[in-house]
């Protein structure tokens, strides 16, 4: 006879199909749910810093966050009840954000001076990859992953000859300009090469001598080829990646019903069945 569940154990089961079941309504609603708290809290986060709206909204936003807070609480706690094992979700990466994005609100009534910690609610945004873990951009992240994993031995060189090009042209820019034009020493040329290089260009330190300001012109022209290496690395692996998980498809219909779409090893028509001309 099929032991009737109790209330506990039912509940217990709904609920972990509302939080971990992701093709329910149910689950995809309280993700909806969830991604718009995590959103709306890290705009609190953001304009608590802002003096003239925190000082008008202040009250508002505080009672604000502590509902958020108190709704992250509860599905913390939901989380720990319904799971089997609730340590392997407390040791866990997404457990430890849940956690640590809690403790600054409690902290708060123990602690003065821990407001400045209300920063760290922003690392609820990293959630959003748990959310958004649907099967389509699983598979872009995964290619995009292993695109990334290919190509790093060549950015790795790359970026090794990026580190050496630095250290020379900030060598070099130091004997030229000298301490008189802000270049006080090599770590600070080397500091002036980066900046450059990436085309940030601060302009707190630039050259002023005819030959610096020369060699400044190279190091700027060079920096647009420097960022556009690492992207084409990355992207070349992509596009490998494409053309080999790409299927050939015959762009000929069959004789027979003039349907296309078949695949390059294939001999009969999916659709009707008749014998496919070879190419």
Request: aromatic share 8%.
């Given at each position: 006879m099929k032991a009737v569940k109790s209330k506990y154990e039912l509940f217990k089961q709904k609920t972990?199909?509302?939080?971990?079941?992701?093709?329910?309504?149910?689950?995809?609603?309280f993700d909806l749910i969830l991604?718009?708290?995590?959103?709306?809290s890290v705009f609190i986060v953001m304009m608590e810093t802002v003096k003239g709206f925190d000082t008008k909204y202040h009250l508002q936003l505080y009672i604000l966050e502590w509902v958020i807070t108190s709704f992250f609480t509860l599905e913390y706690i939901l989380r720990l009840i319904v799971i089997k094992k609730p340590m392997k979700y407390v040791l866990s990466f997404y457990g430890i954000i849940d956690l640590i994005a809690l403790l600054p609100m409690y902290l708060s009534f123990f602690f003065m001076g821990t407001s400045v910690l209300a920063i760290v609610r922003a690392l609820r945004l990293l959630r959003l990859f748990k959310i958004l873990n649907h099967p389509q951009f699983?598979?872009?992240?995964?290619?995009?992953?292993?695109?990334?994993?290919?190509?790093?031995?060549?950015?790795?060189?790359?970026?090794?000859?990026?580190?050496?090009?630095?250290?020379?042209?900030?060598?070099?820019?130091?004997?030229?300009?000298?301490?008189?034009?802000?270049?006080?020493?090599?770590?600070?040329?080397?500091?002036?090469?980066?900046?450059?290089?990436?085309?940030?260009?601060?302009?707190?330190?630039?050259?002023?001598?005819?030959?610096?300001?020369?060699?400044?012109?190279?190091?700027?022209?060079?920096?647009?080829?420097?960022?556009?290496?690492?992207?084409?690395?990355?992207?070349?692996?992509?596009?490998?990646?494409?053309?080999?998980?790409?299927?050939?498809?015959?762009?000929?219909?069959?004789?027979?019903?003039?349907?296309?779409?078949?695949?390059?090893?294939?001999?009969?028509?999916?659709?009707?069945?008749?014998?496919?001309?070879?190419?």
């Open positions: 972990h199909l509302i939080i971990y079941g992701t093709n329910t309504v149910a689950g995809k609603l991604l718009g708290l995590i959103l709306l699983s598979s872009q992240s995964t290619h995009l992953k292993e695109a990334l994993i290919a190509s790093k031995g060549k950015i790795l060189v790359f970026m090794y000859y990026i580190l050496v090009s630095t250290v020379i042209i900030g060598s070099v820019m130091y004997v030229v300009e000298g301490k008189e034009s802000g270049f006080t020493s090599i770590p600070m040329s080397v500091y002036w090469a980066i900046v450059t290089l990436t085309t940030v260009g601060y302009g707190d330190i630039s050259p002023i001598t005819p030959l610096g300001q020369f060699l400044a012109s190279f190091v700027m022209i060079l920096g647009y080829g420097i960022i556009a290496v690492p992207t084409g690395i990355v992207t070349a692996e992509l596009t490998k990646k494409n053309n080999e998980k790409k299927v050939d498809i015959k762009i000929n219909p069959c004789t027979n019903c003039g349907i296309e779409g078949h695949l390059e090893d294939a001999k009969y028509c999916y659709n009707c069945g008749g014998e496919l001309e070879e190419r």
